[in-house]
């Protein structure tokens, strides 16, 4: 089931004004500890990442589409990259990310030493605050322009975004195309979505978001993607707000 607010009456993606989206705000109900439903989905991200690769050298290059405030995302592929871009809307976002890149804030730690649970990461990271330093990248940039630059990315992922930045199905699945196109053949993806959410508020603004089930992320990244597992997560009375039943995430490879 895929469900948003009526035709003509619903919320896309231009109607929002991301420069109001306040980062810390945002962290400090979803990120200062981990919730249990983001460590399921890092465990699930990091076992993908870390069997595509095994033993075998990095890729070229990683993206995060939507990053956000959120890092986890990047960390996910930091072991397998020389280089990671943070492809992001809101300038405030943006500011956040290229602070944190410096020297990202001690509660990721937390986030960071659950991918430790495969030692690969410890092991290929080192340090993983200098690598983060020297890899990582944000960019200013809108998630429906990616195709217009022609380059591509040999691993990404996207976290909470098709679905979270209009209520129109239509975008939705043109934002997931957006993000498939975008990676390079049999490139190894990981993509998270909320669940029957019925939108959100961060810092006292609204902001959209489109009702879909497992059933439509596996119909809309079968078009573009090979291999899929999907994995559904979280517990009633257990939620990190209302307004959504639960999380998705989805791991793949692109199509040839």
Not at 42 to 62: C, L, Y
Request: charged letters at 25%.
């Amino acid at each position: 089931m895929t469900s948003g607010s009526p035709t003509g009456t619903e919320k896309r993606n231009n109607d929002v004004t991301w420069e109001h989206f306040d980062p810390q705000e945002y962290i400090r109900h979803n990120y200062l500890s981990l919730h249990p439903d983001d460590e399921a989905i890092i465990g699930v991200v990091r076992d993908h990442f870390s069997s595509h690769f095994g033993t075998s050298g990095g890729v070229a290059s990683g993206i995060d589409v939507g990053a956000g405030p959120n890092l986890y995302p990047a960390l996910s592929m930091l072991p397998w990259c020389d280089r990671v871009t943070l492809l992001e809307r809101s300038p405030a976002n943006v500011g956040y990310l290229d602070q944190q890149r410096r020297s990202y804030d001690l509660q990721w730690d937390q986030f960071w030493d659950v991918l430790c649970r495969d030692e690969a990461y410890a092991r290929r990271c080192g340090d993983p605050r200098a690598r983060f330093a020297q890899r990582v990248r944000p960019r200013l940039g809108n998630l429906f322009d990616l195709h217009e630059g022609g380059e591509r990315w040999a691993m990404g992922t996207m976290f909470f975004v098709a679905e979270s930045i209009t209520g129109s199905l239509e975008e939705f699945r043109r934002g997931v195309g957006c993000f498939m196109n975008a990676l390079e053949p049999e490139a190894p993806f990981a993509a998270a979505f909320m669940e029957h959410s019925r939108g959100y508020w961060v810092g006292g603004r609204d902001f959209p978001a489109l009702d879909i089930d497992e059933q439509e992320v596996r119909d809309t990244l079968g078009k573009y993607a090979s291999k899929i597992e999907t994995h559904r997560l979280g517990k009633p009375g257990d939620l990190l707000r209302e307004g959504y039943t639960g999380m998705i995430v989805a791991c793949g490879h692109r199509g040839a």
